[in-house]
């Protein structure tokens, strides 16, 4: 059977731009709006498996309707410029997929669509009409489906006859009427003033149609009613008439030329490729016919069961295939080698048995390139593989280039420098459950066209390096931190399955206690867990304010209970119930389940290319996200401990370190002499914007004076910061005020970083770390002063992100140097986490110290300070 999907362009683009946050390409060319639209197109697609397929567009802002009701879609705002931009390139983008689009002078989208559902519906089309428009549902008949989306881009009800009848007790035809006696603001149609949807329905079931009601308005029960309609009777028959969708519009366009072919487009390839989609990239269906010729140029793998000695030279590139993330417990599924003797291909087993290969991979004199070096060196080392001679690695590379490309795969790194084109691993692999290495020697040519791409990638990506002035970046902290954090990686830290089951079994025993409190406060038991049942309890039976309301009743989310927290005990209660709950799910038993079964040690899984400031991310599991202000919280790290009888855990903290980089960067005086005059800075800032001496500073002066240091550093608004502190935002604009005034450097490097990133279009670190902001030109203000921020922040977090890599990089050096026991386990944002035997606790805490207060040189003294204990917890 033919099926037709009818899209209403402009409807639909306009709901995903005002759906997704301003989105831009690295050109800085907005993208939100294709890119919802897109999404909503493809699934459609996916859904309905179309055999003809238009997209309708509004031809300019005049129509026929205009000549009968100037005021028609009156009042309505300018299109955001941001959005005006997109729409050619919707344009682009259907001709891409050869969709067909259309459009016709003094008529909209709506009669393109009616006139092509009648003329289909004649031919025995099945039709489907997508939309955010109700008007459509008067075009509803038998084989002819109407689905609105309700919310964004993605919330869609599909309505049939039956539907619109259960949804709106009329009839799809009725539906004109509707919009004669209600109205639509949206389009400036006045309707019958005072007549809402209700009324309009209940007037339509006793009378079927606007004229219907005027022939007996006798009968209209309700004399305001009657009187409302009378009066207004020339305008509702005009507003039906408006409402009106023509159905014999005089379009130029036949079915036929709707055809569509489900065809693969190396065009639109290009077209996500240009706008940065590799999202949507991936999900491309492409035909195997196709596949092959996504390599411009065919590289010749030869899959081999053992190495011989000339295809083992050096410089090569290493390709270390797994599916798995956690490459802990990974599956090598297949290597690969590039270099002048050609491109090889090898399967796991005879690549492990095969000892003039393993024998390579531990060769310190062999360089070698790889795409994630650490993960490799992880993986290979539970096989007990040593892997040496890494000298370059295109994941850190590229992040270094442009973070926003973190997570990119290769084929997208590769293609983006103007390499042959090959096939993401989600492409050839597939992704979710549907992942597997496919049968055949497809794998071979896959891995080879990596290896080999890597081997070209790195010139390209050392050119770009040095005019970024970044390969010291690269070469004298990134790579070797990596192999640092491999070995912390492999080490991991022993963890308690003891501790962890006492702690839940202690957390029950608190969640049970709270759940009865709970339960007396409310008067009845209820299912906490449940936002309807909680709202419920909250806001009818003890007529707490409701401050949000959600499509399904009341909100119960965190923001909502702390604004009510002061109003009654229980929602104080409520908020420990979710903490500990959470506590014990995420924490407790989500850690039970990592301890390694051979080595009774955590691993974690440390991103260094991940995060946009330069710091790391821990996953698998998250080490760095232990909710640390609850006791019962700081509790979970007793359960971490040292792995030899007798040995301490040792912590090294480093104070306040983005507050002293922000004295350094913005070279202000006062600041900087706090620091070095070694005062409370926190007290110092209270002094300065309150006025008083340092003996006058009070505990709530000293809070409000922490809060606006650490703003400052993230640029908080004065609405931000009166949220934090619970005072009104004429009292934190003049904190914020009186800070700057306190702090002259700061707020002239404040104004002086939104300058240079405004000019460069990025900002830097103190070790030349890059962040672009696209959004920092943006006439959109909440996007242009999000960006504003970022300016002002990235350069001291990043500075501090350096920092502190720096200091375990020499901290792992100087344990060689001096011949020590003690290991690095972990790196907690400012933090280093250490186990120490006890005869080197002392040199350890001199050692330590010493390293991290000097790894970069700064105008204001770093300060560290360290602890230790039995375990974690006593460390801190």
Known sequence: MKKLVLVDGNNVVYRAFFALPLLSNNQGLYTNAVYGFTMMLMKVIEEEQPTHLLVAFDAGKMTFRHETYKEYKGGRQKTPPELSQQFPLVHRLLDAMAVKHYELDHYEADDIVGTLARKAHADGYDVRIVTGDKDYLQLVDEGIRVSLIRKGITDVVDYDIDQVRERYGISPAEVIDLKGLMGDASDNIPGVPGVGEKTAIKLLKQFGTVEGVYDRIEEVSGAKLKEKLQ??????????????????????????????????????????????????????????????????????????TEFREEQLTSPSALIVQMLDENYHYAEINGFSVSNSAGTFFIQTQNALEDLRFRKWLENPRMKKVLLDSKQSEVALKWRGISLKGIVFDVRLATYLIDPSEAGQDLAQLAAKRGLPAIETDDQFYGKGAKRKVPDGDGQARHLGSKAAALLQLEPKLIKELEANQQKELLFDLELPLARVLAKMEYLGIKASGETLRAMGRELDQTLDVIEQEIYAMAGVPFNINSPKQLGEILFEKLMLPPIKKTKTGYSTAADVLEKLRSRHEIVGRILDFRQLGKLKSTYVEGLLKVIHPKTGRVHTCYNQALTQTGRLSSNDPNLQNIPIRLEEGRKIRKAFLPSEAGWQIFSADYSQIELRVLAHIADDENLKHAFIDGMDIHTKTAMDVFGVEEKDVTPLMRRHAKAVNFGIIYGISDY???????????????????????????????????????????????????????????????????????????????????????AMLIMDQRIKEEELSSRMLLQVHDELIFEVPQQELEIMQQLVTDVMEHAVKLNVPLKVETSFGPTWYEAK
């Open 231 to 304: 009066t207004n009777k020339a305008q509702a028959l005009l507003s039906k008439k408006i409402a009106t969708i023509d159905r014999d519009a005089p379009v130029g366009i036949t079915l036929d030329s709707c055809v569509y072919a489900h065809e693969f487009s190396d065009q639109l390839i290009d077209f996500f490729r240009e706008l940065g989609f590799q999202s949507l990239l991936d999900k491309l269906e492409i035909p195997d016919t196709h596949k092959s010729d996504l390599r411009a140029e065919k590289i010749f793998v030869e899959t081999v």
């Open 720 to 806: 931000g910061l009166s949220q934090n502190l619970g005072i009104t935002r004429k009292e934190a604009a003049l904190f914020i005020d009186k800070y700057l005034q306190s702090y002259p450097g700061v707020r002239r490097y404040m104004d002086e970083i939104v300058k240079k990133a405004r000019s460069d279009g990025y900002v830097t670190t103190l070790l030349h770390r890059r962040r672009y902001l696209p959004d920092i030109k943006s006439r959109n203000f909440n996007s242009r002063s999000f960006a504003e921020r970022t300016a002002m922040n990235t350069p001291i977090q990043g500075s501090a992100a350096d920092i502190i890599k720096k």
